[in-house]
């Protein structure tokens, strides 16, 4: 992703690439002089991105995934003083998709909801954040408090569980699929990502609309309601 997002800003006749920071550079270095830091590295390096962005004055965009609740904490708490986009997700249809799964959910509350994805064998965390940001929004949607996700075992299901089921192999970018399972009939929602690009245009697009926002904890939905 990291490669994708420079290709694309080099391109861009309005973006200058300021800085990297990788494995083998300095944070500070990569920082000095940026206006935003896009991240999409691991969720380990959440504590010292966010030491180094608060020795800055830039914002951040932010799509890595997998992050305990302490560095979630973080990334939240980094809002305070500057303005953070976060998204597991950067593509406008996902967006839309969430919308559209949340509706849902409340409108079939008898339906069973099973949440299904696919990546690549190199992704680490399961299930992926686009795919707990699905279930979150089905759950809250049907009034579910302190809800919890559980990936799909052996046992009979139970009511009101959101399942979920996870596949690792290839180069898959990303293939995500809510089903409603009621009596009669099904109704499935699906999304799948075509070219790695989208996600890195996307980001670029959060950091172009960040930029000239006050401090404060934004995420993709922000992002459609301005272009609306």
Known sequence: M????????????????????SRDSVLADALRGC??????????????????ILESECALVTGTTGRDSQQVAAIENLANTRSVFVASNMSVAVNLLQAMVARAAAALPGFDIEVSESHHSGKVDAPSGTALTLGHAAASARGIED?????????????????????????????????????RERLVLSHRAEDRQLFAAGALDAARWLVDQPAGLYGMQDLVASLA
């Open 35 to 52: 206006d935003v830091a896009i991240d999409f590295t691991r969720a380990e390096a959440t504590q010292a991105l966010v030491d180094g």
């Open 147 to 183: 809800w919890q996700p559980e990936l799909r075992g052996a046992g009979q299901r139970t009511t009101g569980e959101i399942g979920f089921s996870v596949q690792r192999g290839g180069n898959v970018i990303g293939e995500h699929t809510v089903s409603f399972f009621g009596e």
């Open 2 to 21: 990291g490669r994708q997002i420079e290709t694309l800003a080099e391109r861009a006749s309005d973006l200058d690439v300021a800085g990297r920071w």
